[in-house]
């Protein structure tokens, strides 16, 4: 597709439940990047893909929380026996590392997953 | 670490001026963005500074002090459909990954006829 796509865009759970949010970047990009976002609060950045290179994890707020990313691109984000803190929207960016149309390294958003935990 | 600071909440008039300032403080500077998020969804490209001074970009313009570890993001000729958290981003080599931006917690602006 033309932009970084995600599902489901809504989820609702029930506490201690696994929830898994599935990210399809823009093709040919190398950077994958997951942030979470609380209502009128900033971008916490969660974990980070870069090519064949072992992920920065250092965003992830606990253990229950892990991110793969399968053949360079698509990536899903799990998170085991959501607790209701975990609610929030979750966005996924995807860059490439040369310049284009736009500079490098300019991450391009998908619209979220907007996740709740009753 | 790295730190950005940006004002929570910011108010103009339509067809006015408005400046939202970005402080940071980091090692490593690498260039900073700024994007624009619509309520309920996601952020958008709007600008670029790697160096000193001003990029214009039709209504928009954003500058950049690298020693002063300033920028801001003006708009001119207000419109209504301005009204969003305008978001400062930070790249630095002493992330995690020379790749990575370090996000503030975002500027809303809100637009008044």
């Known amino acids: 597709g033309a932009g970084v796509s995600q599902s489901p865009s809504n989820k609702v759970t029930e506490k201690g439940k696994d929830v898994e949010l599935r990210c399809d970047p823009i093709?040919?990009?190398?950077?994958l990047y997951w942030y979470r976002q609380s209502l009128g609060q900033g971008l916490e950045f969660l974990i980070y893909?870069?090519?064949?290179?072992?992920?920065?994890k250092s965003g992830l707020p606990s253990d229950r929380f892990s991110a793969e990313r399968t053949g360079g691109s698509v990536s899903t984000l799990t998170i085991q026996r959501t607790q209701q803190e975990d609610s929030a929207v979750y966005l996924c960016a995807s860059s490439f590392v040369v310049a284009g149309p736009l500079p490098p390294d300019t991450q391009y958003f998908g619209p979220g997953t907007r996740l709740t935990v009753l | 670490g790295q730190n950005i600071d940006q004002p929570t909440e910011m108010t103009a008039t339509e067809g006015a001026i408005v400046q939202i300032n970005c402080t940071y403080q980091?090692?490593?500077?690498?260039?900073l963005f700024w994007y624009q998020q619509h309520a309920g969804e996601a952020p958008t490209f709007l600008s670029y500074?790697?160096?000193?001074g001003l990029e214009e970009k039709g209504r928009f313009s954003s500058f950049l002090s690298r020693s002063k570890g300033y920028s801001y993001l003006l708009l001119k000729e207000l419109q209504m459909k301005d009204s969003a958290s305008y978001l400062c981003?930070?790249?630095?080599?002493?992330?995690?990954?020379?790749?990575?931006?370090?996000f503030g917690s975002g500027t809303q602006l809100t637009v008044l006829p």
């Open positions: 893909f870069q090519g064949n290179s072992a992920p920065d």
């Open positions: 980091t090692s490593g500077f690498n260039g």
């Open positions: 981003a930070v790249r630095s080599f002493s992330s995690g990954s020379a790749r990575q931006l370090t």
């Open positions: 093709s040919g990009h190398t950077a």
């Open positions: 500074n790697v160096l000193d």
